[in-house]
């Protein structure tokens, strides 16, 4: 049951994303849109009580789970910036306005960029470690917890993993091509002998 549950929320999510923006942008209803944005949290509500629901009931803690709570945290933690990215795309293509622009590639801002984008990592596995635990204090001693503890060294190792990338980037920035575009200045004939 969870596993169609989480299907369904991520299905839900993007249905509910291209919903509010052909509402914003192709019938130009601002207000309607905000509506339907405002309705992506609660999928992931429902998803969290659903899966406690589940544990209350005597359900065995497994995979499902641990999954339920991965993609809560990647929700909290991506989310905004996922909506944000695609609604300047919409903006771009539905509404007439200006290419948005894409990540930086090189130097201190691309570092910046992904120390950014891997602060929104740890985000999302704190989410997911705090939800994970709270599952494992419920359960208690007596039930079988392994698959709830195995989901949350995923969650650090994943925090783990990208740090050391944003870390690589910061450490070794990558430097922008060199580009030719001053001429070589041409060689001045030398004087011939005799002439002054």
Avoid at 16 to 31: D, H, M, S, T
Avoid at 34 to 53: G, Q, Y
Avoid at 59 to 78: C, K
Wanted: glycine content about 10%; hydrophobic content about 50%.
């Amino acid at each position: 049951m969870i596993v169609a549950l989480i299907i369904a929320c991520e299905v839900g999510f993007w249905v509910l994303l291209a919903l509010a923006l052909a509402v914003r942008y192709l019938l130009k209803k601002r207000r309607a849109s905000v509506v339907l944005l405002l309705c992506e949290p609660v999928l992931e509500l429902v998803l969290f009580v659903v899966t406690a629901i589940d544990l209350k009931n005597g359900a065995e803690p497994s995979w499902e789970h641990g999954v339920a709570a991965l993609y809560i945290g990647f929700t909290v933690g991506y989310g905004h910036y996922t909506i944000s990215w695609l609604d300047s795309h919409a903006a771009h293509r539905l509404g007439g306005g200006p290419k948005p622009p894409g990540p930086p590639k090189y130097g201190l801002a691309r570092a910046r960029h992904e120390g950014r984008l891997w602060l929104r990592t740890l985000v999302a596995a704190g989410v997911a470690l705090v939800l994970l635990q709270g599952a494992v204090w419920y359960v208690g001693g007596d039930g079988n917890v392994e698959s709830l503890r195995s989901f949350q060294w995923a969650a650090l190792r994943a925090a783990g993993i990208h740090g050391l990338v944003a870390l690589a980037y910061t450490i070794w920035p990558k430097k922008e091509p060199v580009t030719e575009t001053t001429p070589v200045p041409e060689k001045t004939p030398a004087p011939e002998k005799g002439s002054r």
